[in-house]
């Protein structure tokens, strides 16, 4: 079965600083993976996905992702953090087969000081 | 144009009381997604609809759960009998059509409070 682990709970990064969310998944085929960005009060907004191809995606406000499928990994990162970054970060990977449903980890709060 | 809408965006019951939520999707979706988040997890998967097909209830936690739409359009998700442990937020998300390709659009949520 499909899972995704995000083992960091809490970032702390000062702004302007570099930044790595890290997400490993479990799937037994080739994934279908996803990062969302979650605002206080809002609703998850994409920032990047993976289907197949280039293994370094490109997503919105600046971010990228890089699919490794020797780590079952797709760690978040974004050069230089703007203090308008600070939110929950989700990684997720998509069902192939049924629903076609999300299967998500449990998130990383991004706090980012000045 | 109008993104996903959920109402209420909070609503507090009490518990054994029965709740209604409701769900409008992106005009011209037919996939449409509920899911459950739980504070300080990640969400969880209820149910999901496509077009006039029956609906994928493998996520609903009991029989307590359910959800209804109407062709492509509005959704509800009932929850009876509400229980402590049913407060969460409640996500729903719809898509152009079903498939891992489309991406998912979600609504604001409604945070649920059983007292």
């Known amino acids: 079965a499909q899972s995704v682990t995000q083992p960091d709970i809490h970032i702390t990064v000062s702004e302007g600083a570099s930044l790595e969310l890290r997400c490993n998944y479990s799937y037994g085929a080739t994934p279908y993976l996803f990062w969302y960005v979650q605002s206080p009060g809002q609703g998850l907004q994409l920032l990047l996905k993976y289907f197949s191809g280039d293994t370094l995606v490109q997503g919105i406000k600046g971010f990228e992702a890089e699919f490794k499928r020797s780590q079952s990994s797709f760690n978040l990162r974004k050069p230089s953090v703007h203090w308008s970054d600070a939110a929950e970060y989700f990684c997720?990977?998509?069902?192939?087969?049924?629903?076609?449903?999300?299967?998500f980890g449990t998130g990383t709060r991004l706090t980012v000081i000045p | 144009g109008a993104g996903v809408s959920q109402s209420p965006s909070n609503k507090v019951t009490e518990k054994g009381k029965d709740v209604e939520l409701r769900c409008d999707p992106i005009?011209?979706?037919?996939?449409l997604y509920w899911y459950r988040q739980r504070l300080g997890q990640g969400l969880e998967f209820l149910i999901y609809?496509?077009?006039?097909?029956?609906?994928?209830k493998s996520g609903l936690p009991s029989d307590r759960f359910s959800a209804e739409r109407t062709g492509e359009s509005v959704s509800t998700l009932t929850i009876q009998r509400t229980q402590q442990e049913d407060s969460a937020v409640y996500l729903c998300a719809s898509s152009l059509n079903s498939g891992g390709y489309y991406e998912q659009y979600f609504g604001p949520g409604t945070r649920l409070t059983v007292t």
């Open positions: 997720a990977v998509g069902s192939l087969t049924g629903a076609n449903n999300l299967f």
């Open positions: 609809f496509q077009g006039n097909s029956a609906p994928d």
């Open positions: 005009s011209g979706h037919t996939a």
